[in-house]
């Protein structure tokens, strides 16, 4: 095989210790100080495609998770959901082939369209990946290319003896010349501890809302920012919350004309804080190009934000209306935008105010007519305390002394 390793684990990063590569993960985009000590490990068999098996404690660079987009065609939607979950969640995760084929390398005809292959032909491969977490759920999708740590001990003292880095590729390429089989990956990865225990579904009791009096109830979770079902259940009718993975969450609903969210009412206030992170949110170049900022909520003593926005999208003035992705049209041909009530999660540089956006999670995704107002949004009061505890979600403002 000649290049069995090279999509799998850098031999060079093997030999060092995990001190250090842990002390220059601290450095790394998306970990924030004191953060190194809060990923997840755990103990776990790793197969790869060649049949060569690990054991050892594994962990993700900190402060960065899972990302799983489930696969448009195999879900009969137009877009992939996103999962996103670290590994304290997870039972076992598989990876298969969904595509394999070869290409060549090319060149363009000087001044033609032309193409002109070269070489001998090389392979790709895409794999999916299916999860089982520990609630017995079942997701699969393409997962974003993600780097696995594994930490090898001597079964007899305990000492570490190894450190391994994987790459779980969400496309693997060889060089030309190489087959399918020299592309060597992680087939299964199988925790050998018990990990979180986590709920399929949580019942949502509201103790000063009527359930009656709101309309498309949304939920995302708070750490991850993930969109999660809510929906009756079949035998009394409440109201769950499925699939967070052992994650609180958000919730956010319709009343009338108008969308609300569960937010702290501190967190509307015009402090000094909620202007200096309104300047950077406003100055952020985004796709939604008109925005308002709802309410912030600061969190490990502001080192990071979370961010209430109302978004839009509005056309520039002789806007292509054809640009797939960008902007749509009805099937009378009229032009088509979209808004959003959104959480962003920020990393904020506590002596500059400097804020970095790191990751974002959205309640809706609407899309109106060109003309048309933006509707309302605000926050709810009645949304807000939101309380995991005993298998269930307590929301509203009587929960006094627990912890949120």
């Not at 985009?29 to 990923?39: H, I, R, T, W």
């Not at 087939?187 to 709101?214: T, V």
């Not at 003035?317 to 088509?336: H, I, K, Q």
């Not at 920020?346 to 109106?368: A, I």
Request: proline residues 5%.
């Amino acid at each position: 095989m000649k290049s069995a390793q090279k999509n799998i684990c850098r031999p060079e990063a093997c030999l060092k210790p995990l001190v250090v590569m842990a002390a220059m993960l601290v450095f790394l985009p998306g970990a924030l100080p004191g953060q190194e000590a809060k990923a997840p490990r755990r103990q776990a068999s790793l197969l790869l495609s060649d049949g060569t098996v690990f054991e050892g404690t594994i962990l993700l660079t900190p402060g960065i998770d899972f990302r799983l987009v489930a696969i448009p065609s195999e879900t009969g939607t137009k877009f992939g959901k996103v999962n996103s979950f670290n590994l304290d969640v997870v039972k076992e995760m598989t990876f298969s082939p969904l595509r394999e084929f070869y290409r060549k390398h090319f060149r363009f005809k000087r001044g033609t369209a032309t193409k002109i292959y070269e070489g001998e032909p090389y392979p790709i491969r895409e794999p999916k990946c299916t999860v089982v977490f520990n609630s017995g759920e079942t997701r699969t999708g393409i997962l974003h290319s993600t780097v696995l740590y594994l930490q090898e001990k001597d079964p007899g003292t305990g000492v570490t003896v190894r450190n391994r880095k994987f790459i779980l590729r969400a496309k693997q390429k060889g060089d030309p010349g190489d087959e399918l089989s020299d592309l060597v990956y992680v087939e299964h990865i199988k925790m050998l501890d018990e990990g979180r225990k986590i709920e399929k579904s949580l019942d949502i009791e509201f103790l000063s809302l009527d359930p009656d009096s709101m309309g498309d109830l949304r939920a995302i979770t708070r750490e991850t920012l993930t969109s999660v079902p809510v929906k009756a259940a079949e035998r009394d009718g409440k109201l769950k919350v499925f699939s967070t993975l052992g994650e609180n969450v958000f919730l956010a609903t319709r009343i009338g004309d108008r969308y609300v969210a569960g937010w702290p009412e501190e967190g509307t206030k015009r402090t000094e804080l909620f202007e200096a992170v309104e300047k950077e949110f406003m100055e952020l170049v985004d796709y939604y190009n008109e925005r308002e900022l709802l309410g912030i909520l600061p969190l490990d003593g502001g080192r990071r934000v979370l961010t209430l926005a109302k978004l839009r999208r509005q056309a520039p003035a002789g806007a292509y209306r054809g640009m797939p992705g960008f902007f749509e049209v009805d099937g009378n041909g009229e032009l088509m935008e979209f808004f959003r009530l959104s959480v962003w999660l920020w990393n904020r540089d506590l002596e500059t105010g400097n804020m970095v956006l790191v990751d974002r999670g959205s309640f809706y995704r609407q899309r109106l007519h060109a003309e048309a107002k933006t509707p309302e949004m605000g926050i709810c009061p009645d949304l807000w305390p939101v309380v995991k505890k005993d298998g269930k979600i307590i929301v509203g403002k009587e929960q006094k002394g627990v912890e949120q």
